[in-house]
């Protein structure tokens, strides 16, 4: 069941490779001792026992199993007995099962809210400097402008960060989280309309929500596009 992992692409086949091929390994390893090696030293060593009575420790483990699995029988006979109930029981726990597989938020990696957010602009690459740094500046205004944000760092131009001059990098820092109005998500997702929607007031045309690379929801970065006249695909950073 651990091949399939071993031909997985993307992060998840990435994450598990190493995963994959030890256990796999560790499996064919203990199968070949299993049919082998094992029952040689069983034919080698094991001797017919006799009837000399147990150690005191062994005695009690020995209780201690026999109670357990007389526990487990008259269990199951109570169980047995009560054929209608524990198919409801069943159904219940099936229907409550699918409820919280929907409600329950789902991802590859846990969410973790460190109150920052890292946010990645890019322009066309005909853009001058000015324009770029006027563009990452009506961007830092708007995420400023959220009652939940409470500092922004903006950083433009070639430099460590940003490998081309075209391309800028926001440090969001959020308010403490008991003087926030809502969950960092949905902080993210608000911050994303709010560029959005001054992007398309200012001539901006932000990446495509209808386009599959496209991922509104996101919860580690904000990438938005701010080239003036070229309609470009916003992809997700971070």
């Given at each position: 069941?651990?091949?399939?992992l071993?031909?997985?692409?993307?992060?998840?086949?990435r994450?598990f490779r190493?995963?994959?091929?030890?256990?796999?390994?560790?499996?064919?390893a203990?199968?070949?001792?299993?049919?082998?090696?094992?029952?040689?030293?069983?034919?080698?060593?094991l001797?017919?026992?006799?009837?000399?009575?147990?150690g005191?420790?062994?005695?009690?483990?020995?209780?201690?199993v026999?109670?357990t699995?007389?526990?487990y029988?008259?269990?199951?006979?109570?169980?047995?007995?009560?054929?209608r109930?524990?198919?409801?029981?069943?159904?219940?726990?099936?229907?409550a099962?699918?409820?919280l597989?929907?409600?329950?938020?789902?991802?590859?990696?846990?969410?973790?809210?460190?109150g920052?957010?890292?946010?990645v602009t890019e322009?066309s690459?005909?853009?001058?400097?000015?324009?770029?740094?006027r563009?990452q500046?009506?961007?830092?205004a708007?995420?400023?402008?959220?009652?939940?944000v409470?500092?922004v760092?903006?950083?433009?131009?070639?430099?460590?960060?940003?490998a081309?001059?075209?391309?800028?990098r926001?440090a969001?820092t959020?308010k403490p989280?008991?003087n926030r109005?809502?969950?960092v998500?949905?902080?993210?997702?608000?911050?994303?309309?709010?560029?959005?929607?001054?992007?398309?007031?200012?001539?901006?045309?932000?990446?495509d929500?209808?386009?599959?690379?496209?991922h509104?929801r996101q919860?580690?970065?904000?990438?938005?596009?701010?080239?003036?006249?070229?309609?470009r695909?916003?992809?997700?950073?971070?």
């Amino acid at each position: 069941m651990f091949i399939p992992l071993l031909f997985m692409t993307g992060l998840v086949g990435r994450m598990f490779r190493e995963f994959a091929l030890t256990l796999t390994i560790a499996v064919v390893a203990s199968a070949v001792v299993s049919l082998t090696l094992t029952p040689m030293m069983c034919g080698r060593l094991l001797r017919r026992g006799d009837d000399r009575p147990a150690g005191e420790l062994a005695q009690r483990f020995n209780t201690y199993v026999e109670r357990t699995v007389e526990l487990y029988h008259r269990s199951l006979l109570w169980v047995l007995r009560r054929q209608r109930e524990t198919l409801l029981v069943t159904l219940a726990t099936l229907a409550a099962t699918i409820f919280l597989y929907i409600i329950i938020p789902k991802g590859f990696l846990p969410l973790q809210d460190t109150g920052m957010i890292t946010a990645v602009t890019e322009a066309s690459t005909d853009i001058s400097f000015v324009e770029m740094q006027r563009q990452q500046g009506a961007v830092e205004a708007v995420i400023r402008a959220d009652a939940d944000v409470g500092n922004v760092v903006s950083v433009i131009g070639v430099s460590p960060l940003n490998a081309t001059p075209n391309a800028g990098r926001l440090a969001i820092t959020l308010k403490p989280r008991e003087n926030r109005s809502t969950r960092v998500e949905t902080i993210i997702n608000r911050l994303k309309d709010s560029v959005c929607r001054h992007c398309r007031h200012d001539g901006v045309f932000p990446g495509d929500a209808r386009h599959p690379d496209f991922h509104p929801r996101q919860p580690r970065a904000v990438s938005v596009h701010a080239g003036r006249h070229r309609r470009r695909r916003s992809h997700r950073l971070g």
